[in-house]
């Protein structure tokens, strides 16, 4: 059955089949987030690469950026990204999401979403690069956008999550072999979000 749109008041582990997710939605401090999105959005070098879909090229709905501690590339949807050096302020955040959970995580890719048109669509975290089981750390700054997820299998189990600016999502365990995740286009007027998701590429 189709779960309701979960209270973001709380972390939350939904403790959810087949998989392992955890929601800090007071991360960052609303002073040091508002400082991030900013120093981000205008000192990142955003790119917007073609994808093709159904035989079709287009342009992706959204920026992107990769950066990793050793340069790695990483591919997904038939793009290849080559990684730039890691900021101050993405070495900041992989060091503050070190506080909550020990990791080793090397790259990071950011998306910008600069208005209700972009979007991200159904997908899992999955390539071969990212190894068996990976945890992905997802930072959410400014605009909140609702995050859906629904299972391969069981059509019907899904979650929407609210991703409130300077929160902290964690994805792990067996959670991209077993559901896709998303976040939609929106028809209402609002502002634009920088979302950072740090894994480890082997």
């Known amino acids: 059955m189709s779960k309701?749109?979960?209270?973001?008041?709380?972390?939350?582990?939904?403790?959810?089949?087949?998989?392992?997710?955890?929601?800090y939605p007071n991360f960052l401090n609303l002073n040091k987030a508002d400082e991030l999105f900013i120093k981000l959005k205008n000192t990142i070098p955003w790119q917007q690469d073609p994808i093709k879909v159904f035989g079709k090229t287009y342009l992706q709905p959204r920026l992107t950026s990769l950066h990793s501690i050793n340069k790695n590339e990483y591919?997904?949807?038939?793009?290849?990204?080559?990684?730039?050096?890691?900021?101050?302020e993405l070495i900041y955040l992989k060091n503050q999401i070190s506080n909550i959970l020990i990791n080793d995580f090397n790259t990071v890719l950011l998306n910008h979403y600069r208005d209700g048109k972009d979007s991200n669509g159904w997908h899992a975290d999955?390539?071969?690069?990212?190894?068996?089981?990976?945890?992905?750390?997802?930072?959410?700054?400014?605009?909140?956008?609702v995050f859906h997820l629904k299972h391969k299998k069981n059509k019907t189990d899904r979650f929407k999550i609210m991703l409130q600016h300077g929160s902290l999502l964690i994805m792990s365990g067996s959670m991209q072999h077993n559901w896709l995740?998303?976040?939609?286009?929106?028809?209402?007027?609002i502002n634009d979000r920088i979302n950072l998701t740090f894994r480890k590429i082997t």
């Open 4 to 23: 309701p749109l979960i209270n973001s008041q709380n972390i939350w582990n939904p403790n959810i089949p087949d998989g392992e997710l955890v929601y």
């Open 181 to 189: 995740h998303q976040i939609p286009k929106t028809s209402r007027v």
């Open 75 to 88: 591919s997904y949807s038939n793009i290849t990204m080559e990684s730039k050096p890691m900021t101050a």
């Open 126 to 145: 999955n390539e071969k690069e990212l190894g068996v089981n990976p945890v992905i750390g997802s930072v959410s700054l400014g605009q909140e956008r």
